[in-house]
């Protein structure tokens, strides 16, 4: 019986033009083989199965080649040929970096180095995976690799160019090899299922080709295992998808429409079918999001050209991509990105899949209500709901937070007792919602002088900045009015998050002549105020009362109030507590507790 020789070794290119998909290559090691320009180190670097060691293998048998073809090919017929096929030539010499990667083994090859070929005009070392030398080996190779003797050359191969000292990159040629274009590898693929007599669908050839990324030597290997599975020695794009346990395209095809019909039911249901037949949650995830992504691409020409896919599978995403909007495609994708980072993480893997075909589902009835402006003396329009670009979201379901009414007693402002008004408190009636604003890069045009003015429309508000442009606004103003504008900026503060500006302004202010007085305890708590928050509350403060001659002036505390002992440590705390409430030194000695902890 004879022996079974798997296609990746039966069918290994012997000939520069039989490689492949590296014309970039092959062509100019041939015109360096032609013009006797031959560097003496060569680097092939690339993804694996991508004809790295077979360029180096052929490199090495035209360059000893003893009757030279016109076209830079070896002959295939002399001795050297002879004996390269046979594998008994003792002028090429192949090494494996991965089980040789010390500095001994180095040491042996350079004690080689020194012999000049026995027959043959080059001594060639073929160093596969040569990443794998430890760092010693790598410099003990330096010297020779740079400086070898005229009748030697070396060709390293290696898949991880990075991890090569750039000493070693510095001294050799440098090959680039590309991945294998899928059409170009079902083209080749195609030639073998002919010579071997094999009836081969081309879809299943496509397959095969797009499932190797790249690699030829993976294709050639996938496409023996679906011969050997045949009965009838054929290949079949079912049989093809079932031995290679791949998902079939159709399912996704018909899972987004039933995602754009809004048809959940239907979706679990396919989802549930998929999972009978043995497909992983993660990988069902990864191909869904595949498939949003080439119906994006399909939406454009140009991006349907980057697209991995035959002819008649364009089409078909090209047809579907109509009815799916690129918001969807993009908030889809999102979600399914999250659902694949998150995955194993979840106890439950397949609901955590079928939540987010939920959402997937049901992402085109996401609405933003827009609040419609309100009319003085009615109700208001009623808000119209528009459809949100729901593009890089990872939540379904997004509704309008109200805004919370926070009473003024949240954040009391202490007034002055030495001003008459000094007994009005923060305790004063909320501000509407409408006008507790967030601080903005531009300050809202809205003012707070009275109630006739926040129900006016925007066209009203918007005339009237027009008139007052170029003119100073000196309207006078209360120190209730003050209170209750400088309140509702603390409070924007806090529901924006800014808690330092929020506790800045948290403190004793009183009012002269439009200036407003506070005192802080120190200069670095001036200085802090300057630049993080008096430019924008001036601001502020000018806006909502109409009037520009407003000012803030800033003082260091007194002696009297600068003296207060501040609460900091855990005894402080205990000291202030017991001094209101002397039960408290009394529970500490009958319970023997320490208030430290």
């Not at 090859?109 to 040569?130: A, W």
């Not at 454009?300 to 690129?326: G, I, V």
């Not at 501000?431 to 045009?445: Q, Y």
Request: aromatic content about 8%.
């Amino acid at each position: 019986m004879e022996n079974f020789v798997v296609s990746a070794r039966k069918y290994r290119p012997t000939q520069f033009d039989s490689v492949v998909g590296q014309s970039h290559i092959t062509t100019t090691l041939k015109n360096a083989i032609k013009s006797n320009h031959l560097a003496q180190a060569f680097l092939f670097c690339g993804p694996r199965g991508v004809g790295k060691t077979t360029c180096a293998r052929i490199l090495a048998k035209t360059i000893n080649c003893q009757e030279l073809g016109a076209d830079g090919e070896a002959c295939g017929k002399c001795s050297s040929c002879h004996s390269f096929q046979e594998n008994t030539s003792l002028t090429i010499h192949e090494l494996d970096a991965a089980s040789n990667n010390s500095v001994e083994d180095i040491r042996n090859l350079i004690d080689q180095v020194r012999y000049p070929p026995q027959s043959g005009k080059y001594k060639i070392y073929i160093i596969d995976e040569v990443h794998m030398l430890s760092a010693s080996a790598f410099n003990a190779f330096l010297k020779t690799l740079e400086e070898p003797p005229s009748y030697t050359i070396f060709i390293l191969a290696t898949t991880e160019k990075h991890k090569i000292l750039p000493t070693i990159l510095s001294r050799c040629q440098i090959f680039d090899f590309n991945r294998i274009q899928w059409k170009d590898m079902a083209s080749h693929l195609s030639a073998i299922a002919e010579k071997e007599g094999i009836a081969a669908e081309p879809a299943a050839l496509e397959l095969i080709s797009i499932k190797a990324d790249g690699g030829l030597r993976d294709a050639l290997s996938m496409f023996d295992l679906n011969v050997t599975y045949s009965t009838d020695n054929s290949l079949k794009h079912a049989d093809v998808l079932e031995n290679l346990h791949i998902l079939d395209s159709d399912y996704y095809f018909q899972l987004t429409d039933f995602f754009v019909q809004q048809n959940h039911t239907d979706a679990l249901v396919l989802l549930d079918e998929i999972m009978r037949k043995g497909f992983d949650g993660q990988q069902f995830i990864a191909g869904l999001s595949e498939h949003f992504r080439n119906l994006l691409f399909a939406k454009d020409l140009k991006t349907l050209a980057l697209m991995e896919l035959s002819e008649e599978n364009r089409a078909k995403f090209q047809t579907q991509c109509a009815s799916t909007s690129a918001s969807f495609l993009l908030s889809a994708m999102n979600l399914c990105s999250q659902c694949e980072i998150h995955y194993k993480a979840a106890k439950n893997s397949r609901l955590h899949v079928e939540l987010t075909l939920l959402k997937i589902t049901y992402l085109p009835s996401v609405y933003q209500p827009v609040a419609q402006p309100a009319v003085e003396g009615g109700a208001g329009k009623k808000s119209e709901s528009k459809p949100i670009a729901p593009a890089a979201v990872a939540a379904v379901e997004v509704a309008k937070a109200p805004v919370a009414e926070a009473p003024i007693a949240e954040a009391p402002i202490a007034i002055t007792p030495g001003i008459p008004t000094a007994e009005i408190t923060a305790t004063a009636t909320p501000a509407a919602p409408d006008l507790i604003e967030t601080p903005v890069a531009r300050p809202s045009s809205h003012g707070l002088r009275s109630a006739k003015k926040v129900a006016s429309s925007n066209q009203s508000e918007e005339n009237s900045e027009t008139n007052n442009q170029g003119s100073a606004q000196n309207e006078p103003f209360t120190f209730e009015e003050l209170n209750l504008v400088w309140t509702n900026i603390a409070q924007g503060f806090k529901k924006s998050n800014f808690i330092n500006k929020y506790v800045m302004m948290n403190r004793e202010f009183s009012l002269v002549d439009s200036v407003i007085h506070m005192k802080l305890e120190g200069e670095a708590q001036i200085q802090q105020f300057n630049d993080s928050l008096k430019l924008e509350l001036i601001t502020q403060l000018r806006e909502k009362l109409n009037n520009d001659t407003i000012d803030l002036s800033l003082d260091i505390m007194d002696g009297e109030v600068s003296d207060k002992k501040l609460i900091y440590t855990q005894s402080d705390k205990y000291d202030f507590l017991s001094q209101k409430h002397p039960i408290l030194v009394e529970m500490k000695q009958r319970m023997g507790l320490d208030h430290e902890f």
